[in-house]
């Protein structure tokens, strides 16, 4: 597409009042801020709120996986016809996008989903996405709606990624927005408050884990205030907020896939021959791999470790676990050649 993409994340807590109902002062202000980029961004807006929209609606509700999922069902409609009222009048339609964990596991789903985006913004209308709460696997969910958003940006290629926060950024000791974050480290998580909205499941450390796999990818991220009079606009324009900076990056497009989107199914442990091998852009050899920790079927994705058992690298496996145990000492059967190898 001609125009480079913008993914933003709104939280629950962004969007809802302390009683769950959709705060809709706040989603018209998305709206008259988000007509204002439309013509110079491809652009996904990604929404929770579905749940807490619902819920009230329930005769009972303690957050039940099932109460969830039916508050979902019930919040969808009412979320994505709140945000077809704002963006109304500036002339823009929306579209609603419900994702599973599979359209980004499974790369040909993942790109029939790209090109539904590409046939909506052809037409000029924002894809409005969130998680299938309805009929989403337990075992293969997002871990939240910061995940879908990391996905989406990392997988279209999106030139920034904004994360809209019920606090204006990352804080410091003293309670103070950070501006600026050069690299994600264990030195900035440890700034990070380890408490959840009551509305939402992700947190700052969320925010901060999924911006670190952006910005390794080259993605430009923001950490923001959706209460800031101009937050959108101020936040891509580094004014407000923090900005986590994208590190280089020159992966190929199916790579940055393979190191976000696919699930890792199995996991192997290899020697320090091996690793420096892997740091060297070579092949991962039967030869090198120390041990099976999690099996895996030929075609699925692995997890790489080290000695350490610190992760490494993701791999697509050329053979399953059961033939590795097999020719484990031969030494030239390849695990997983090097273009389906992405170190971490």
């Not at 852009?281 to 920790?293: F, H, M």
């Not at 145990?325 to 992405?342: G, L, P, R, T, W």
Request: proline share 3%; charged share 20%.
């Amino acid at each position: 597409m001609s125009r480079p993409i913008l993914v933003i994340k709104f939280g629950s807590a962004s969007i809802t009042r302390e009683n769950g109902e959709l705060d809709e002062s706040i989603m018209a202000a998305i709206a008259a801020q988000v007509a204002a980029l439309h013509t110079r961004y491809n652009m996904v807006l990604v929404s929770s709120g579905a749940v807490a929209a619902g819920r009230k609606y329930l005769l009972q509700y303690n957050g039940t996986i099932s109460e969830r999922k039916a508050a979902a069902a019930i919040g969808n409609p009412l979320l994505l016809n709140k945000y077809a009222e704002y963006f109304a009048p500036y002339g823009i339609a929306i579209a609603q996008s419900l994702c599973e964990r599979r359209h980004f596991s499974n790369r040909s789903q993942f790109l029939q989903l790209k090109k539904t985006y590409e046939e909506l913004w052809a037409s000029n209308i924002i894809p409005v996405a969130n998680e299938n709460d309805v009929v989403s696997d337990l075992e293969l969910k997002f871990s939240d709606n910061d995940e879908l958003a990391t996905l989406i940006a990392v997988g279209f290629g999106a030139s920034a990624l904004l994360f809209s926060t019920s606090v204006g950024g990352v804080l410091d000791r003293e309670g103070k927005i950070v501006p600026e974050i050069p690299e994600i480290n264990e030195a900035v998580f440890a700034l990070a408050d380890t408490r959840k909205s009551s509305t939402g499941l992700g947190g700052m450390v969320s925010k901060l884990t999924f911006a670190r796999l952006a910005t390794r990818m080259g993605i430009k991220v923001v950490i923001f205030g959706i209460h800031a009079a101009n937050g959108i606009p101020d936040a891509l324009e580094g004014k407000t907020g923090t900005l986590c900076l994208p590190q280089p990056c020159s992966m190929p497009a199916r790579k940055k896939w393979l190191a976000s989107g696919s699930l890792v199914t199995g996991r192997l442990q290899v020697d320090a021959g091996a690793q420096k091998a892997l740091e060297k852009r070579r092949s991962l050899l039967a030869v090198g791999v120390k041990a099976v920790l999690e099996a895996f079927s030929s075609g699925e994705v692995v997890e790489i470790v080290n000695e350490k058992d610190e992760a490494i690298a993701v791999a697509r496996a050329k053979v399953s676990s059961d033939t590795l145990a097999v020719y484990k000492k031969a030494q030239n059967v390849e695990i997983a050649h090097a273009d389906d190898i992405v170190l971490l």
